[in-house]
């Protein structure tokens, strides 16, 4: 069964410093998608950046970029220069063919100014 | 282009009655996804339609139940509400389920409709 697993229930950086979200998940499929959404508290959900598994480069959108490693099966995100905006709750999620999306349990975070 | 609607947004009922619940996903998805997202629970999956097909169901009682127009516009029903229904339905719509036509399986999430049971 395709599990999502975040191991950081809250997590909190300086404004401007760098902070990195940890995922891992499984799987027993070579094909998937990886995606990070954020969810501000205004509940709208927002994908930040996804991740196909076939690219062995990581995937890059301004400040959030992200390390996958597919033989460990973990897929951090790292914000850079991070603002008060970043402020939310971070899902990991993956999804292949034939299966729906599975999110993990969420990562909150705090930006301090 | 719009984004995705539900409606209500917010909605407080009283354990045993029944709701429905509305999406309208973006013009030209015809995928929508449903989830249900509580404090203790996390995002769990709910249902997924495309083109007024059920293709996945998640782990949910028969209460709960949904289904989707040909204009792509979805609804769900939970019948005989339970105080433990409770919590923020969100709906998610994309293009379509199929990598090759959605390379990126993206889902565009609404707002979300806050239902309380009472």
């Known amino acids: 069964a395709q599990t999502v697993t975040q191991s950081q229930p809250e997590m909190s950086v300086q404004e401007a410093e760098t902070v990195t979200l940890s995922c891992t998940y499984d799987?027993?499929?070579?094909?998937?998608?990886l995606f990070w959404y954020k969810q501000p508290p205004s509940r709208q959900m927002i994908l930040v950046i996804r991740?196909?598994?076939?690219?062995?480069q990581n995937a890059t959108e301004n400040r959030f970029s992200v390390n996958f490693q597919k033989a460990a099966k973990s897929f951090s995100l790292k914000i850079s220069d991070s603002q008060l905006g970043d402020a939310a709750m971070y899902f990991c999620?993956?999804?292949?063919?034939?299966?729906?999306?599975?999110f993990g349990a969420g990562t909150r975070l705090t930006v301090k100014p | 282009k719009a984004g995705v609607t539900q409606t209500p947004r917010y909605l407080i009922k009283t354990r045993g009655q029944q709701v429905t619940l509305s999406c309208s996903p973006i013009?030209?998805?015809?995928?929508v996804s449903w989830y249900q997202q509580t404090p203790g629970q996390g995002l769990q999956f709910l249902f997924e339609?495309?083109?007024?097909?059920?293709?996945n169901k998640g782990n949910f009682p028969g209460r709960f139940s949904g289904r989707q127009f040909s204009n792509s516009r979805s609804e769900m029903n939970v019948s005989t509400l339970e105080l433990g229904d409770s919590a923020l339905y969100l709906c998610?719509?994309?293009?379509?389920?199929?990598?090759?036509?959605?390379?990126?399986?993206?889902?565009?999430f609404g707002p979300g409709t806050r239902l309380t049971v009472t």
């Open positions: 799987t027993s499929e070579s094909d998937y998608y």
């Open positions: 013009s030209g998805h015809r995928s």
């Open positions: 999620a993956y999804r292949s063919d034939g299966y729906d999306m599975r």
């Open positions: 339609y495309f083109s007024e097909t059920q293709r």
């Open positions: 991740q196909e598994a076939y690219k062995q």
């Open positions: 998610a719509s994309s293009l379509h389920l199929v990598a090759e036509v959605n390379p990126h399986y993206e889902q565009y």
